[in-house]
């Protein structure tokens, strides 16, 4: 898979691990910034991993601000972005299984390199249940987040 990784200077400490943790699962990166602790919007950077998704440039992506808040917040505002914050393992993999989830949200003053060291393999390593027999429940609630997306 093409994994977009994004952060804000608040989660720039972290990018390198979460960086590393990709690609020791065997996945490609994709690095939008931003490259140095120097203040930034995190918006800025949030619409560049949206972007690379919404173009099917990548699958997935990993974002990091200083709580993880706020850039989940600004992506969830871009079509086809379905983000969440995950600090811990259940969540992360879940996330994805049940929700569809594409975006995993790190808070960079919340969390340590030891915890993204597992929280990035619980979500890439999860996939989607709703497409397989038994699913029928998942992909229900799914396509209902999907009307509210095209009804917004």
Do not use: W
Not at 95 to 124: Q, S
Not at 125 to 134: F, S
Request: glycine share 12%; charged share 25%; with cysteine.
């Amino acid at each position: 898979m093409k994994i977009v990784v994004a952060c804000d200077h608040a989660g720039f400490p972290l990018k390198n691990v979460v960086i590393e943790s990709v690609r020791a699962l065997g996945h490609e990166v994709i690095d939008v910034g931003t490259n140095s602790a120097e203040a930034v919007d995190f918006p800025d950077f949030t619409k560049k991993l949206g972007e690379k998704i919404q173009s099917g440039e990548a699958e997935r992506g990993v974002l990091i601000c200083g709580s993880g808040i706020g850039a989940c917040m600004a992506a969830n505002k871009m079509k086809g972005i379905y983000a969440s914050i995950c600090h811990d393992t259940y969540s992360a993999a879940q996330g994805v299984a049940h929700d569809n989830m594409n975006v995993l949200c790190l808070g960079g003053r919340v969390i340590g390199p030891e915890l993204v060291k597992v929280l990035v393999p619980a979500f890439l390593l999860a996939h989607y249940l709703g497409n397989e027999d038994g699913g029928e429940r998942l992909a229900r609630r799914v396509a209902k987040i999907l009307e509210m997306e095209k009804d917004s």
